[in-house]
């Protein structure tokens, strides 16, 4: 089945810069890649996500950016802001055997300092 | 308002005494899945459902069950509950087709 490895665990950023979060997958017929943003004492919301046919998907402050060949992908969020303070989940969405089951990666909480 | 709804928020049992989570959608979503968080670990499925009747275990069904009668509710039952189910559980859903899961506030259990 599918396997999403994400990085780092934590991100700490001052407010106006740049953060970078990473995951890769490992089954190749993946096709689907949202990212999903926590805040505390919430469940997980969907900020934005990528289909295996686009390189790359920006909204506002946000982009996400797809290497098939890779096999990884990767979340940036620009002019950081300490509202932006969350855990991070990247998914992958399985093909094959795994057809339709969303695989989480570990998660990364971001903090953004004032 | 569209929502996922879950109960309780909060709960610390003891070992062995059994407990049951609800779950319950207002979206007529087709697909229902719960997941547990867990330190170091993201967010791991428990079980699943398609629909109504149609059930299946995800990565970590051992010691959970659930049921989906309705299409609104998919309750996770734990008949036995051990420490190592101390968690925080989030009950999720989407239509189907669509890759957005909705979840819900989560319910934070622990067993003594």
């Known amino acids: 089945g599918e396997n999403v490895e994400q990085h780092p665990s934590t991100l700490s950023v001052q407010e106006g810069d740049s953060a970078v979060i990473k995951c890769t997958y490992s089954?190749?017929?993946?096709?689907?890649f949202p990212w999903y943003k926590q805040e505390l004492g919430k469940g997980p919301q969907l900020i934005i996500d990528i289909r295996s046919n686009v390189g790359e998907k920006k909204d506002q402050r946000i982009a996400v950016t797809l290497n098939k060949t890779a096999k990884h992908f990767s979340l940036h969020i620009t002019e950081t802001q300490p509202e932006d303070s969350a855990v991070y989940f990247c998914a992958g969405k399985g093909g094959g055997t795994s057809y339709g089951k969303l695989t989480f990666g570990q998660g990364t909480i971001l903090t953004v300092h004032p | 308002e569209a929502q996922v709804t879950q109960n309780p928020r909060y709960l610390i049992t003891v070992t062995g005494k059994k407990l049951t989570v609800t779950c319950s959608q207002n979206m007529n979503h087709e697909y229902m899945s719960w997941y547990r968080q867990d330190p170091g670990l993201g967010l791991r499925q428990i079980y699943y459902s398609m629909n109504v009747e149609v059930t299946d275990k995800g990565d970590v069904p051992e010691g959970y069950k659930v049921s989906r009668k309705e299409k609104r509710n998919f309750p996770l039952i734990l008949e036995s509950p051990s420490p190592n189910q101390t968690s925080l559980y989030f009950c999720?859903?989407?239509?189907?087709?669509?890759?957005?899961?909705?979840f819900g506030e989560g319910s934070r259990l622990t067993v003594l």
């Open positions: 089954d190749s017929a993946s096709n689907y």
């Open positions: 999720a859903s989407r239509p189907q087709g669509s890759g957005e899961l909705f």
